[in-house]
Structure formats: structure tokens, C-alpha cells
């Protein structure tokens, strides 16, 4: 069985960090991309961040880079969001998201395969 669990979200001052992680199995992880994706209360998903665990090339949106780093431990086939500079903007429902890596397009969601159910991530002003 396929398994996305996401954990580390909570509540925090504008300003300050977090650190979400996503625990994947039932899948072979390097054959996948791992990606991050957020949807605050009526807007669309949209992508954060993505890695290919196999070599390790990353991808970010305009809005977070510099700000939010993501990483891989193969050896726990785990993929790690590390959010500092936290602004009230970033407050939504951070999901992680698996991609076979032949599909393109990191940010798009209707290319992942398989979902978390998501943390809150709520940063307060």
C-alpha cells in the first residue's frame, strides 16, 4: 500500500520556521519525485517545491526561494520541507505529493500519483 504521511506543520509567528516531513513507502522512492504542493482556504493547490531523490535536483516557486529548502534522506525514504522567513502569506494546507519522474512539469498536480492528507500550516501575524 502506497503511503504519503506528512507531519511538522503548526502554528507559528510571521518570521519564524518550520520543518514538514513527508515518511513515503509502498513504492520505489528513487523512482519517483517527491513534491510539495500548498492550498489555502479558496485558492487553488499550487507547487512549492519538488526533488528527485535520485539526483537530487530540486525545484521551488517564485514565492519561497531563498526562504524554504527541501532535502531527501534516502536511507528513510523521506523528504523534508525546511520553512524559515515565515510569512501570514505561506497559511494553508501543505500536502506531499509522489510523480513518476518521467512525467515533466513539477508544479502541476494532475502529474503526482499519489497524495498525502496534508498539514496545516498556519503563520500568524
Known amino acids: 500500500e502506497v503511503q504519503l504521511v506528512e507531519s511538522g506543520g503548526g502554528l507559528v509567528q510571521a518570521g519564524g520556521s518550520l520543518r514538514l516531513s513527508c515518511a513515503a513507502s509502498?513504492?520505489?522512492?528513487?523512482?519517483?519525485?517527491i513534491g510539495w504542493f500548498r492550498q489555502a482556504p479558496g485558492k487553488e493547490r499550487e507547487g512549492v517545491s519538488c526533488?528527485?531523490?535520485?539526483?537530487?535536483?530540486?525545484s521551488y516557486a517564485d514565492s519561497v526561494k531563498g526562504r524554504f529548502t527541501i532535502s531527501s534522506d534516502n536511507a528513510k525514504n523521506t523528504v523534508y520541507l525546511q520553512m524559515n522567513s515565515l510569512k501570514p502569506e505561506d497559511t494553508a494546507v501543505y500536502y506531499c505529493?509522489?510523480?513518476?519522474?518521467?512525467?515533466?512539469?513539477?508544479?502541476?498536480?494532475?502529474?503526482?500519483?499519489?497524495w498525502g492528507q496534508g498539514t496545516q500550516v498556519t503563520v500568524s501575524s
Open positions: 505529493a509522489a510523480r513518476a519522474r518521467w512525467k515533466y512539469g513539477w508544479s502541476f498536480p494532475g502529474n503526482y500519483d499519489y
Open positions: 509502498g513504492f520505489t522512492f528513487d523512482a519517483y519525485a
Open positions: 526533488i528527485t531523490s535520485s539526483d537530487g535536483s530540486t
